[in-house]
């Protein structure tokens, strides 16, 4: 089974950008998964990406967060714009029945 390590979350001012990867131990033709959960909030999906390219986002991030995927490096990346304090959470990636240990992401205001 695939194994999912996410990165690159921290704090960041509202307003600001942040940049999510998570790397697969192995190629997935799975839809590969962003999913985030706010303290004392439901885990939600957040972006997901199918292994030819195809997008979608949550309507409370489309136009500010952009999924995309490297095949070549088994990556997903989620690019995060225009952050806002809403958008704290702990982010998970995921690929079929698997999942990663999350990465923390704080905005500030």
């Known amino acids: 089974q695939v194994q999912l390590v996410e990165s690159g979350g921290g704090l960041v001012q509202a307003g600001g950008s942040l940049r999510l990867s998570c790397v697969a131990s192995?190629?997935?033709?799975?839809?590969m998964n962003w999913h985030r959960q706010a303290p004392g909030k439901q885990r939600e999906l957040v972006a997901s990406?199918?292994?030819?390219?195809?997008?979608n986002y949550a309507e409370s991030v489309k136009g500010r967060f952009t999924i995309s995927r490297d095949n070549a490096k088994n990556t997903v990346y989620l690019q995060m714009n225009s952050v806002k304090p809403e958008d704290t959470g702990v982010y998970y990636c995921n690929a079929g029945f698997q999942w990663g240990q999350g990465t923390q992401v704080i905005v500030s205001s």
């Open positions: 990406i199918t292994s030819g390219g195809s997008t």
């Open positions: 192995r190629r997935t033709f799975y839809a």
